[in-house]
């Protein structure tokens, strides 16, 4: 993949882990799944133990979300038109967890795939399978053309396979077993060497893709692969998430330990904690200085978040950033040697040392030059700055024909863009509405 960008920053980690497994609460955020209609079952007071079900979904009631520990539910925080923001559970000091049939090898090679979805439903673990374009969770009732499993993240910071299957490569494969049995095809793509790799997986792995961020995408993946349009309907799941179907298959048990990477200004690290694991412990330097920002989930793709907030459904790292609006005085008349940018407005291009980044704009916004820059960018080829203004002329017909289905929701095109123009919220806030409005029918 030739487009994309990476950013030459400075603060990555050592492959070193630390724990961070004391703590006295976690919580489960389901305004961050995208599409669902949560259900409540369970209210303030109410006991709950690790892997009992906390809601569901109310467009599929199969699709179940547990707790990630045991405990009462000591809050159950509702933000504006009720929407839920956080189900908090205080934990005991002994957790118990709630059980489900382990299986083993013999039993999955012959277990019919109507059986092995439920019992991924039951013990919430399905929501981690999404098909594309949406990123939607997967429909139980439909065979894919294939899964994409994609084992790396180059996002800023995130730990790659070499981390997260540390040791772990038995239950990996075990959930990478599972998933033959959903569909005829699994691709196993990773971005780096496989000479990197541990040789077993490296003899599993069925695709490499070169390129910069977002090469590891798998929508950028089936977007140079397809070869019709049936396989637009692709499943997807990060390698991680195989890794945690391996051990809750194996184990009987939902899995709980997850590993972070928290990248905060002077101290970027690799956490192995817990799903749900409040901020405030995974990033104490926003407790500290009321000057940066978080981001949860990823630099590009992640959401804003407080210290109050909880880790993700599906977030594996957390961002920390300066806010970046200190102004700087006669700043129009800088050459701009250390103000990153793709342009080559400023002397920063020559500039070949990393840079600290942080949340700052740069600027405020403007109308659209058709610079052509987010298109420079844009791992899909989708012309975003004519597909923008197709989506604000209430054009879907001609949004559709530019691409705006391809989008994998990058980010790159809101960086580049000089204006400042939120291009890939628009982006997104379009193709979920056209989502609802099929799905309605």
């Known amino acids: 993949m030739k487009k994309g960008l990476d950013l030459n920053v400075t603060g990555r980690p050592k492959d070193h882990v630390s724990r961070l497994t004391d703590m006295d609460h976690v919580g489960v955020s389901p305004a961050g799944i995208p599409h669902i209609k949560p259900k409540l ?27 990630p520990g045991s405990g009462t539910i000591k809050e159950i925080d509702f933000g504006p038109r009720r929407i839920i923001r956080a189900i908090v559970i205080q934990l005991d000091k002994e957790e118990e967890r709630q059980g489900f049939d382990a299986i083993d090898p013999h039993q999955l090679a012959t277990i019919s795939r109507k059986d092995l979805t439920r019992h991924l439903m039951s013990g919430g673990l399905w929501p981690l399978i999404r098909t594309l374009p949406f990123r939607d969770i997967a429909d139980p009732a439909v065979t894919p053309p294939a899964i994409i499993v994609n084992l790396d993240s180059l996002d800023l910071f995130h730990a790659g396979p070499s981390l997260y299957l540390n040791g772990s490569m038995e239950a990996f494969f075990f959930g990478l077993d599972a998933l033959k049995r959903l569909a005829p095809e699994i691709y196993l793509v990773t971005c780096h060497d496989t000479d990197s790799l541990e040789p077993e997986l490296a003899r599993a792995v069925t695709h490499r893709v070169s390129g910069r961020y977002p090469a590891d995408d798998p929508g950028v993946f089936l977007y140079y692969t397809r070869a019709s349009s049936a396989a637009n309907r692709c499943w997807f799941i990060h390698g991680r998430d195989v890794l945690q179907m391996g051990r809750f298959l194996g184990e009987g048990l939902f899995p709980v330990e997850r590993l972070v990477t928290v990248s905060a200004p002077g101290n970027t690290r690799h956490v192995l904690t817990r799903a749900g694991a409040p901020i405030s412990l995974l990033a104490p330097e926003l407790n500290e200085n009321k000057d940066l920002r978080a981001i949860s989930g990823s630099a590009w793709r992640g959401s804003a978040a407080g210290s109050n907030d909880y880790l993700g459904f599906y977030d594996s790292a957390l961002t920390v950033l300066p806010a970046g609006n200190k102004p700087e005085f006669f700043g129009f008349l800088r050459p701009g040697w250390n103000k990153p940018s793709q342009s ?20 405020e916004e403007r109308a659209c030059v058709n610079c052509g820059s987010c298109a420079g960018v844009c791992p899909v080829d989708i012309l ?11 054009e879907v017909e001609e949004s559709l024909a530019h691409g705006m289905l391809d989008c994998v929701e990058c980010g790159l095109c809101t960086y580049v863009c000089p204006s400042k123009i939120e291009l890939n919220s628009i982006l997104q806030q379009a193709r979920n509405n056209y989502y609802k409005e099929v799905s309605e029918r």
């Open 344 to 363: 080559r407005a400023f002397l920063s291009v020559l500039n070949k040392k990393p840079f600290i980044p942080d949340s700052g704009q740069h600027g």
């Open 384 to 394: 975003p700055q004519f597909t923008i203004k197709s989506i604000l002329a209430g």
């Open 41 to 67: 079952h369970v209210k303030v007071d109410d006991r709950v133990k690790q892997g009992s079900v906390l809601f569901t979904d109310k467009r599929n009631p199969d699709f179940v979300f547990v707790s």
